[in-house]
């Protein structure tokens, strides 16, 4: 019996997203699901697991096995899960809050670690669901919070230096406006064999209207391939405006994968922990 191909739309689940009218987020969805589907990937056979965020309800919006976790440890549950089920495409998803403030820690070791899997960063510079406070991206004159009515005064956080210097063997940014090419971006990010991280800027319409210009600013990466080479990826980084999309690194690095795993049954878990 031959299995027909499965559609982009059959990625997604029945329930209906409450991000905000215009928001970036939807993009991101839908790229990820035609990704998937150009992939040919088999839902059982996959994972999407999130922190906390608006961002991170994206595993609901999916008809695929999900995890919608605690605020900072998707990546943490994520490498959990890859490690107990290697056989598993596994993504995790969150945003610049959720996985360089709290989550910062866990994203410097998943960079180094270099398991299976894909991290995609949903970035628009604010805490949107609890009502728009600056973020560890968010540039430090930005006064229209608040909350930080003259500005953070503080170095913004940079996503692809800190995957860089931190191991990764695949630094991709894309744009929620585009999402064609943040599909394409997708698809290398899970095709390739470790760690692949995907920031994806993704404006939020409610807490930064400033963000609809990102339409005009964004550009192409100008070089037309990818580096291997560390040194050239970080003169790169540093000489860009944040605004550039594209892969800007790619190098393939020993996969990282627990050899002894031991299958323990639930009752003999509980046993370990009995006082």
């Given at each position: 019996?031959?299995?027909p191909?499965?559609?982009?739309?059959?990625?997604?689940?029945?329930?209906?997203?409450?991000?905000?009218?215009?928001?970036?987020?939807?993009?991101?969805?839908?790229?990820?699901?035609?990704?998937?589907?150009?992939?040919?990937?088999?839902?059982?056979?996959?994972?999407?697991?999130?922190?906390?965020?608006?961002?991170?309800?994206?595993?609901?919006?999916?008809?695929?096995?999900?995890?919608?976790?605690?605020?900072?440890?998707?990546?943490?549950?994520?490498?959990?899960?890859?490690?107990?089920?290697?056989?598993?495409?596994?993504?995790?998803?969150?945003?610049?809050?959720?996985?360089f403030?709290?989550?910062?820690?866990?994203?410097?070791?998943?960079?180094?670690?270099?398991?299976?899997?894909?991290?995609?960063?949903?970035?628009?510079?604010?805490?949107?669901?609890?009502?728009?406070?600056?973020?560890?991206?968010?540039?430090?004159?930005?006064?229209?919070?608040?909350?930080?009515?003259?500005?953070?005064?503080?170095?913004?956080?940079?996503?692809?230096?800190?995957?860089?210097?931190?191991?990764?063997?695949?630094?991709a940014?894309?744009?929620?406006?585009?999402?064609?090419?943040?599909?394409?971006?997708?698809?290398?990010?899970?095709?390739?064999?470790?760690?692949?991280?995907?920031?994806?800027l993704?404006?939020?319409?409610?807490?930064?209207?400033?963000?609809?210009?990102?339409?005009?600013?964004?550009?192409?990466?100008?070089?037309?391939?990818?580096?291997?080479?560390?040194?050239?990826?970080?003169?790169?980084?540093?000489?860009?405006?944040?605004?550039?999309?594209?892969?800007?690194?790619?190098?393939?690095?020993?996969?990282?994968?627990?050899?002894?795993?031991?299958e323990?049954?639930?009752?003999?878990?509980?046993?370990?922990?009995?006082?």
């Open positions: 019996m031959t299995i191909a499965l559609k982009a739309k059959d990625y997604k689940s029945g329930v209906k997203a409450v991000w905000c009218p215009g928001c970036g987020h939807f993009a991101v969805l839908s790229a990820l699901t035609k990704a998937m589907a150009h992939l040919g990937l088999v839902k059982k056979d996959m994972a999407v697991v999130s922190g906390i965020g608006c961002s991170s309800r994206l595993p609901a919006y999916l008809d695929t096995y999900g995890f919608h976790g605690v605020h900072g440890r998707a990546l943490a549950a994520a490498s959990g899960l890859k490690a107990a089920r290697p056989d598993l495409t596994v993504i995790a998803a969150g945003g610049d809050g959720d996985g403030s709290i989550g910062g820690n866990h994203f410097l070791h998943a960079c180094r670690r270099n398991m299976d899997m894909t991290y995609i960063v949903m970035d628009n510079e604010v805490y949107g669901m609890t009502k728009g406070q600056a973020s560890p991206t968010t540039l430090p004159d930005w006064c229209n919070s608040k909350m930080t009515p003259h500005g953070t005064g503080i170095p913004s956080f940079n996503p692809a230096a800190i995957a860089l210097a931190a191991g990764a063997g695949f630094i940014r894309g744009y929620s406006g585009e999402p064609s090419e943040l599909s394409r971006l997708l698809v290398e990010a899970i095709e390739h064999p470790g760690f692949a991280f995907v920031q994806v993704s404006g939020c319409v409610t807490y930064r209207p400033d963000q609809k210009s990102w339409k005009e600013e964004v550009h192409a990466l100008e070089t037309e391939l990818p580096t291997d080479d560390r040194v050239k990826a970080a003169q790169i980084i540093q000489a860009d405006d944040g605004k550039a999309t594209g892969v800007i690194y790619t190098k393939r690095f020993p996969v990282w994968q627990p050899e002894n795993r031991v323990l049954d639930l009752h003999t878990i509980e046993k370990e922990f009995q006082l």
